[in-house]
């Protein structure tokens, strides 16, 4: 499942990154592995149909995993449906659609990665 997948992107690339300095090279290694293998599942499987707060989900594993496997086609595609994504979900008072604190919090978060990490 994509959704599934952003999350594994998120928190592997987050692990490897933190702890970078405490990890043997070859779990390292792997990790990279692994993150490239399912962002490239997760490129071919965006969400669309879906919408909402997965193809969010799936705009920031996108624009992580290509900073953090330096491709630069993930990132302008994670970036490309965050441009959309935001346009559709957000209200002109900043509210999301779905009218759900939870769901406006984590989009919002979601957002704020993205955007720390194009900078």
């Given at each position: 499942m994509p959704?599934?997948?952003c999350l594994r992107i998120l928190n592997w690339a987050r692990y490897d990154s933190?702890?970078?300095s405490r990890l043997d090279e070859t779990?390292?290694?792997?990790?990279?592995e692994f993150v490239y293998k399912n962002a490239a599942f997760?490129?071919?499987n965006v969400e669309h149909g879906v919408?909402?707060?997965h193809l969010i989900e799936n705009a920031v594993a996108l624009v992580v995993a290509g900073v953090y496997a330096n491709e630069r086609a993930w990132l302008r595609q994670g970036y490309w449906i965050f441009e959309r994504a935001g346009e559709d979900q957000f209200f002109e008072d900043g509210g999301h659609i779905e009218r759900s604190p939870m769901y406006h919090l984590i989009v919002c978060q979601r957002?704020?990665?993205?955007?720390?990490l194009l900078e």
């Open positions: 959704h599934s997948v933190l702890f970078a779990f390292r290694k792997e990790i990279r997760l490129s071919d919408g909402g707060n957002f704020l990665t993205a955007v720390d």
